[in-house]
Each structure stands twice: as C-alpha cells, then as structure tokens.
C-alpha cells in the first residue's frame, strides 16, 4: 500500500485529479443531495459543461429535441450516467499528452480500456440481463494504472511491455520496477474517487487466475479482455489473455449469444467515440 500511495501522490503533483470529481462523488453517495447541488458543483467547470452539453445532444443519447441547459441535461442524464460521463472526462483529462505530442502506447491504453468498458456492458446486459453501469466503469477503469506508470516512469514502461510475454508476467515486472503493479495502483484510485468498492476490488484481482463465476464484475472484465483482444489489445508481447476453466465453458455454452455481441460491438464502439475520445487513434 505504501508504495502505492507514494505513486499515485507523484502522478497527483504532475496531474491533479479535477476537484469536481471529488464533490460530485461525495454528493452521489449523500441521500439528502438535490439535482440543484450537483449542477452548482459541475458549474465550477465551464469545460465540463460544455462537455456534458455536447455529449447528451449526441447520437449516444439521442434526445428527441436539443438539449440546450445543464438542468436538464443533468435530470435526462440521470445521477450515474452523469457519474460514469464525469469520471470518463477525468481519464481522459489525465491521459492527455503533454505539448501535444504523440505518445502511441498511451492512446492504445486508452482505446483498449475504451473497448473492454463497451463490450463489458454489452456483455453485463445483454448475456446476463444486468445493469451494465458498473461493467462500464470496471472496463474503463481497470488498466489506468498502466497510464499513471507510463507518464512517471515512461521509458521503464516501455521496457516492461517489450519484455513481457502474458499479463501475468508483466505484473510480476511491475512490481519488481515500481515495487507495485497497476491493478494496485487502479483499485486504489477507485477506492479515493468513491466508487462501488466491488469495482475497485474487481481491477485489484483482474489478472489473477482464480475461478470466478461469469456473471461476476470480475468475471465480465475477463470475458470482455478476451473478446477484444484480437482487435483492441496493445501491449508489445503481451497479447495473451488466460481464461479460467468455468469462463471458457461459459463462452462455448453460449457461443451464438457472444458471437451477434462481437458483429454488434463495432457500431457500439463507433457510437461511443463522443465518450472516448478514440476515433483519432
């Protein structure tokens, strides 16, 4: 933990976490909070409104007229939706390239996780008929850490992806150059922003190898890895994605199911290029 903290403090001193997502996660958890005490928080920052503004009015959402206002942005957007939209634009907003210049590894993190949080929805509500919010945000969330070690210490993390053949070993490169992985560092910033504790436990354990059952948000994640891999995977050598036993059952036995997902997923991931900022990559 130590070690973890000390890093995130690093990366917090060169890109500080926006303010507005510290009040609006307090705010969401707070029984007593009103639309009208978000909207005063979110109007701390004009860009986000504008952000937010652009984004309800999209083929996404697609309302059936302009949307011209935060209030009722907001009350069309609903509380989590405007959570996950506000959490997207911080990671963005972290992942943002210093004087502009190309940095490829760090766009191909950011269009893999882009693609695992859709196909992780896709996967939480169309295979199992579950609310796919948290899904979304495990998928978008869970390889940030990667992101935090690459602006740190970039030329070490570009070392560790040359050299690691699987996940697994990439981890273990991690921790032996950092003295933690990006699962740690990933759950921990989940934990400081406030969200479902299931989540950041699911992005603590996501490259271990104990069984979990497929609905699981530990089991969706891995589901959603291994069905973007081909596609959407990014690092160097490290291409391969291991599935438990009851995974792979999982997939055979609903292999006609996944495959109507997989011919889906390409419009979902165009539609949601307003939300990634991914169509330039």
């Known amino acids: 933990m130590e070690n973890t903290e000390r890093i995130i403090e690093r990366f917090n001193r060169i890109r500080p976490t926006p303010m507005v997502l510290g009040r609006l996660s307090q ?8 639309l009208k005490d ?3 928080v979110i109007k701390i920052d004009p860009l986000l409104v504008a952000r937010i503004l652009n984004t309800v009015n999209s083929v996404y959402y697609s309302p059936l007229q302009k949307i011209n ?3 009722r942005a907001i009350a069309y957007l609903g509380m989590r939706n405007l959570h996950i939209l506000v959490i ?7 992942s943002s390239l210093k004087n502009n210049r190309p940095n490829r590894v760090r766009l191909q ?6 693609a695992v949080s859709i196909a992780a929805r896709m996967i939480a509500e169309r295979i199992f008929g579950l609310n796919g919010d948290n899904a979304y945000l495990i998928g978008i969330l869970h390889d940030f850490g990667q992101i935090v070690e690459e602006q740190l210490e970039h030329d070490t993390f570009a070392a560790i992806i040359r050299s690691a053949e699987t996940p697994e070993e990439m981890v273990s490169l991690e921790q032996r150059h950092f003295g933690v992985d990006h699962c740690h560092i990933g759950a921990e910033l989940c934990r400081q922003w406030m969200t479902n504790p299931a989540i950041s436990q699911a992005i603590l354990n996501h490259h271990d190898m104990n069984a979990v059952p497929p609905d699981s948000l530990d089991g969706i994640l891995r589901l959603a890895e291994y069905l973007t891999k081909q596609e959407y995977s990014w690092g160097g050598n490290c291409q391969h994605v291991s599935l438990d036993n009851e995974l792979i059952a999982h997939i055979k036995e609903n292999r006609d199911e996944y495959a109507v997902l997989m011919e889906d997923f390409p419009t979902e991931m165009q539609k949601a290029d307003v939300l990634y900022g991914t169509s330039a990559i």
């Open 109 to 114: 993190i950011w269009r893999h996780s882009a």
């Open 88 to 94: 997207t634009d911080t990671l963005y907003a972290l």
């Open 27 to 34: 705010l969401l958890v707070n029984d007593d909070a009103t």
């Open 69 to 71: 206002n935060l209030s």
């Open 38 to 40: 978000i909207e005063d």
